[in-house]
């Protein structure tokens, strides 16, 4: 099994920065990508950034100079570096990372339980 505990969501003002962080461990043979997709109200789930294990990334338009993500791959980490916030950006944002297990050497999608962004306008 493969967990994705994320933390350093919170509230804060809009023109503010948050740090995401999501740290993955269980029976991982390597990670193929890492991301963030966030879940507004009412709304459904969209891709914010992603990272492969190259160092190639996409972000959502919405977010494009204003987010960076970032990877440690010793650690099994990703980042979400959150500058200039707006409120649209409130949302529940949440990890995902495609892992090649150690169990079955198979890909498979995991997720995080997600944390809370607001921002305050």
């Known amino acids: 099994q493969v967990q994705l505990v994320e933390s350093g969501g919170g509230l804060v003002q809009a023109g503010g920065s948050l740090r995401l962080s999501c740290a993955a461990s269980g029976s991982i043979f390597s990670i193929k990508v890492m991301g963030w997709y966030r879940q507004a109200p009412g709304k459904q789930r969209e891709l914010v950034a992603v990272?492969?294990?190259?160092?190639?990334?996409n972000y959502a338009d919405s977010v494009k100079g204003r987010f960076t993500i970032s990877r440690d791959n010793a650690k099994n980490t990703v980042y979400l570096q959150m500058n200039s916030l707006k409120a649209e950006d409130t949302a529940v944002y949440y990890c995902k990372a495609a892992v090649i297990t150690s169990v079955t050497l198979r890909t498979a999608d995991y997720w995080g339980q997600g944390t809370q962004v607001t921002v305050s306008s």
């Open positions: 990272r492969t294990s190259a160092g190639t990334t």
